[in-house]
């Protein structure tokens, strides 16, 4: 158990709708990350969150929001959802922004547009 | 530009076979750290082991072992005596030298010990 807590664990939903994905990090970790694995695209990195604050983005869609609140849970919200944003979404969380913290990663949410 | 190859797709082994993951990076600074990570069939993500740019001291634990030779830009995982619940993808990742945003992933490997 890595201690990072993905809520739900499965989301079907339609085009066009939104949904939003929560993210408990471990206890103590202030860095909080965004991670979208399809079967095409691999494990892209979407956002990262450092103790509230946005700290770097990586392949995020406009379509796609995050932020991360004053007791470090993260939320991700994806809206106008396409067919192609079927993937399983992962958070991970790290105790520092330091290049060598390992980030350990939730169970991931698997999310379905039909 | 950071880059992770994980050129093998799929490996198939019997149970108790050895066996060698390969992962070769690209990278431009002279810092940077390496990452092994597990993905069992349950679809978390498990990190296995941690490796910096500077020590290149090969590392063993249990069954696993990691070779890391910055001659060929490699940091290969070998798994012996493989086991059935060793099945799972493995991914090798490398780090951002100044921040671990954006950590890069390779495609992963997909290793299916069978009995």
């Known amino acids: 158990d890595s201690g990072v807590t993905q809520t739900p664990k499965h989301l079907i939903t339609a085009t066009g709708q939104r949904v939003t994905l929560r993210c408990s990090p471990r206890?103590?970790?202030?860095?909080v990350y965004w991670y979208q694995q399809s079967l095409d695209q691999g494990l892209q990195f979407l956002i990262q969150?450092?103790?509230?604050?946005?700290?770097a983005k990586g392949n995020i869609l406009e379509r796609f929001s995050a932020q991360q609140f004053p007791d470090l849970h993260s939320e991700l919200n994806l809206s106008s959802l396409e067919l192609g944003d079927s993937a399983l979404y992962f958070c991970a969380s790290s105790a520092s922004k330091a290049p060598s913290s390992p980030l350990h990663f939730g169970n991931g949410t698997r999310l379905t547009v039909t | 530009a950071q880059k992770v190859t994980q050129a093998q797709t799929e490996i198939s082994v019997v149970e108790k076979e050895d066996v060698t993951l390969d992962c070769v990076y690209e990278t431009r600074d002279t810092t940077y750290y390496l990452f092994w990570y597990k993905q069992p069939p349950s679809g978390e993500l498990v990190f296995l082991i941690r490796?910096?740019?500077?020590?290149?001291q090969n590392e063993i634990s249990g069954r696993y072992s990691w070779n890391f030779q910055k001659s060929t830009s490699s940091f290969n995982f070998t798994i012996t005596a493989s086991q059935v619940v060793d099945s799972a993808v493995y991914f090798c990742?490398?780090?951002?030298?100044?921040?671990?945003?954006?950590?890069?992933f390779g495609a992963g490997t997909r290793l299916t010990v069978k009995p």
């Open positions: 206890s103590g970790d202030l860095s």
């Open positions: 969150y450092y103790n509230g604050e946005e700290r």
């Open positions: 990742a490398l780090s951002h030298p100044y921040n671990n945003n954006d950590m890069r």
């Open positions: 490796r910096n740019s500077f020590d290149e």
